[in-house]
């Protein structure tokens, strides 16, 4: 977590500083409100605290509490570009003073005082709240047999977190191989779909403010092309549905679909590294050797030879049992598609129309091709082997900074 201090006056400042210190935090002190402007353009921080009373252009200007004011209004209400903070804090002398102003927007006002020491708890506090609701991996599943893949995997214990209202997740740490711990939060949309992976996508940025975020779980796939067991890691995905409806020529009651597609790409470096788990032939019996029950399910069903691949996923609205469906709708639109699912594509829009680039990626295995023989006869272990997948990518290619 890094914290952007705005504060000018020498003690106070060291004051603050002391308590950063203490606690490990990241920080960095800018001492008028144009440069914090400018910080913000240029640097990413999860917590503003601001002083009111500082100068508006350099250390040696004259303070007054309006240029602390307007840099907030600027924090919340600017039209143009800028890494904006998860949360402001004001510690200021000047409670009483603007405490009409500031309530119109979302920050927490803590009163600085040089005799009484509470506003120190107070900070610390504030900033531990912050901390506990920030993950470094958000892994986003759409149905219960990839959520309770993750869950009754025994590497892991999951706790049941309500901190957010409306909102209830699972967490887990996980130690990697460098022995470095990462948060993990685990969450399942309300249900299957795009619209569902767009709202639970943007719940997750907006509540949980993760490095990265994952989507895992299980898919039909393009027959030929794939087999039954195959890990399809997302590079690309696109929705099926997008484009216009149209009759055919001379014949009103039939109808063609005419795509306008809108792919979304998760990134060169993401896309170089994943690409990398196809190369290694052997990962795959790596993964289901780790888990003695896919193992199991494996040699019940039959599963031969599975491989990881990646390649572009379809995603659309509805289940499909019709494989003339898929030839006519989805393959003549995309010959070289991999999958088909309902919420690879909702999940990517929703990254890439976030500003803090944070990366991301979907990784799905292969349970059906869609067609009119569809079953759950291979979901359990098709959602264990994606888990395993990830886990994998948590425990060796994890990176704090980001990957885009």
């Not at 992976?197 to 509540?207: E, G, L, M, R």
């Amino acid at each position: 977590m890094k914290i952007l201090l705005l504060e000018d006056e020498g003690e106070k400042a060291q004051d603050i500083i002391s308590l950063f210190q203490k606690i490990k935090i990241q920080y960095k002190q800018v001492h008028s409100s144009d440069d914090a402007k400018q910080e913000l353009k240029k640097t990413k921080y999860e917590i503003v605290i601001v002083d009111l009373k500082v100068p508006k252009q350099n250390a040696k200007g004259n303070q007054d509490i309006k240029n602390g004011v307007s840099f907030i209004q600027y924090i919340f209400e600017s039209l143009t570009f800028f890494n904006r903070p998860r949360a402001v804090i004001v510690l200021t002398e000047y409670v009483g003073d603007v405490r009409g102003k500031l309530n119109i927007f979302p920050v927490a006002i803590i009163e600085y005082s040089r005799v009484d020491r509470n506003w120190r708890k107070c900070l610390e506090k504030r900033i531990n709240y912050y901390q506990e609701l920030a993950y470094d991996v958000v892994i986003i599943t759409a149905v219960d047999v990839e959520f309770n893949a993750f869950r009754e995997n025994d590497k892991n214990v999951w706790k049941e977190n309500k901190n957010i209202l409306d909102f209830v997740y699972y967490e887990s740490r996980q130690s990697n191989c460098k022995g470095e711990t990462i948060k993990i939060a685990l969450v399942k949309q309300r249900q299957k779909g795009l619209v569902s992976a767009v709202d639970t996508t943007n719940k997750v940025i907006q509540y949980l403010h993760p490095k990265t975020v994952i989507m895992s779980g299980i898919c039909a796939g393009q027959k030929k092309l794939v087999n039954i067991g195959d890990i399809i890691i997302s590079i690309k995905a696109w929705d099926y549905g997008s484009g216009s409806i149209e009759p055919e020529e001379k014949e009103n009651d039939k109808f063609s679909l005419i795509p306008e597609p809108d792919f979304t790409w998760i990134g060169k470096k993401m896309e170089t590294l994943l690409t990398s788990y196809s190369q290694k032939k052997s990962l795959i019996n790596e993964l289901i050797e780790k888990d003695n029950k896919l193992m199991e399910l494996q040699s019940e069903l039959a599963i031969l030879n599975p491989s990881i691949r990646v390649g572009d996923m379809a995603s659309g609205a509805a289940v499909i049992k019709s494989e003339y469906f898929v030839k006519q709708f989805i393959r003549e639109k995309n010959k070289k598609f991999l999958g088909i699912d309902m919420e690879t594509y909702g999940m990517y829009y929703a990254m890439v129309h976030n500003q803090d680039e944070i990366p991301f990626f979907s990784v799905k295995t292969v349970s059906d091709y869609g067609d009119e023989e569809k079953n759950k006869k291979f979901q359990k272990f098709c959602a264990g082997l994606s888990t395993q997948l990830v886990l994998y990518y948590l425990n060796h290619d994890y990176r704090q900074e980001k990957i885009i």
